[in-house]
Each structure stands twice: as C-alpha cells, then as structure tokens.
T-cell receptor
Framework: EPEVTQTPSHQVTQMGQEVILRCVPI?????FYWYRQILGQKVEFLVS????????KSEIFDDQFSVERPDGSNFTLKIRSTKLEDSAMYFC?????????????FGNGTRLTVT | GQQLNQSPQSMFIQEGEDVSMNCTSS?????WLWYKQDPGEGPVLLIA?????ELTSNGRLTAQFGITRKDSFLNISASIPSDVGIYFC??????????FGPGTRLSVLP
C-alpha cells in the first residue's frame, strides 16, 4: 500500500539554526499537510498546501515557517531559526480528494530536537 | 479555536476486555476519523465516518457517528496487547484541515 515517507526520522539542531524536513506524499494525492506533536500532547495542525500554494495555516505557522513543493514529489517544511519550543514530532500528511471528508494519511514523522 | 475532547484520557484494561471511548465537539462535524498512534510512529487511520448515526466496523473495532453530529464513539472488542497506543479522533471543522482530540491512551495488561 502506498505511504507517506518522511526524512530524516530524527533531526538534532542547535537553537537558531535552519532545518528542512522532507516528505514524499502519496503519489496521486493533491493536498499536503504538516502537523506537529509536542511530546505527550495532541497532534496540531500547522499548514495545508494545494496547487503550489498555502491553503490554510494555523497560528503556530508564523514567519519562521515555510513550505515548498520543489519538484513533483517532495514537500518540505523549513524552520528558519529554530527555537527550543520547536522541539516536537513533525508529521506530513496527504489526501487525494478535494472533498472535505477525504481522510488524511500520515507519515511516520520527523523527531526534531532543538538544543 | 475548534476543540475536541476525548474521554477517558487513559485507561488500563485486562487483555480480552472490551473498550469504549468517546470524542465530543462543541460544534457539528460532518466527518469523524479515528486514528491510532503507536510510540514513535505517525497516526494510522482506523475508521472514517461520514453520516450521522453511521456504525462502521474494522475487525474488532467499531465506531459510531453520533446522531447529534457532535460526538463519536470507538469500541474495541476482546482487546489484545497490540491494541496498546493512543487513540485520536479527528474531524474537519471547516476547509480542508483536520483538528485532533487530545487522545485516549490505552494500556492492556496481560
């Protein structure tokens, strides 16, 4: 069964450094998402992306965050200058259909540790 | 923002027991999704519900879309050790994104 893949599985970075988290969504999916989960807490929406532009973003997704689909397969999340509180699991998700109830399929996440 | 609540927050059960958990929203949802998350992994979709009153099964799992459209229930029958994990409900309040509940952490004792 096709799946969403994320790399790296674990990223350690120093505060103030830039990080790029990578995702390869399921190939025939059109809508792409980033969620994050701080340890022990719930999964929080960051941003959705469709047709090469951001569709929606949450309050968490401030100017330090950006997303890009640099080619036909990758979908990236960049954090420009990481803060300690950015430490979390970051999940990429995708869905195929535009209908609001089409379910999301998640990758296994990237654990970001900011020191 | 949109809030989902789940209860119980955590539960400890004996292997073989049945489990019930629920999810409530302050507003109407048109879709309910149930996900399971194992440690160190991403959420995996268990069941999707699209219609008020709908009852859907996936093996030993059964979920129901509440008739008020503000709640949903997940039941697991005859629990086994691999049922351990965090169970999240999720729904689309508007647009294309989904919000998640805080999760129910299930522990199964042998």
């Amino acid at each position: 069964e096709p799946e969403v893949t994320q790399t790296p599985s674990h990223q350690v970075t120093q505060m103030g450094q830039e990080v790029i988290l990578r995702c390869v969504p399921i190939s025939n999916h059109l809508y792409f998402y980033w969620y994050r989960q701080i340890l022990g807490q719930k999964v929080e929406f960051l941003v959705s992306f469709y047709n090469n532009e951001i569709s929606e973003k949450s309050e968490i997704f401030d100017d330090q965050f950006s997303v890009e689909r640099p080619d036909g397969s990758n979908f990236t999340l960049k954090i420009r200058s990481t803060k300690l509180e950015d430490s979390a699991m970051y999940f990429c998700a995708s869905k195929r259909l535009s209908s609001y109830n089409s379910p999301l399929h998640f990758g296994n996440g990237t654990r970001l540790t900011v020191t | 923002g949109q809030q989902l609540n789940q209860s119980p927050q955590s539960m400890f059960i004996q292997e073989g027991e049945d489990v019930s958990m629920n999810c409530t929203s302050s507003s109407i949802f048109n879709t309910w999704l149930w996900y399971k998350q194992d440690p160190g992994e991403g959420p995996v979709l268990l069941i999707a519900l699209y219609k008020a009153g709908e009852l859907t099964s996936n093996g030993r799992l059964t979920a129901q879309f509440g008739i008020t459209r503000k709640d949903s229930f997940l039941n697991i029958s005859a629990s086994i050790p691999s049922d351990v994990g965090i169970y999240f409900c999720a729904g689309p309040p508007h647009g294309q994104n989904f919000v998640f509940g805080p999760g129910t952490r299930l522990s199964v004792l042998p």
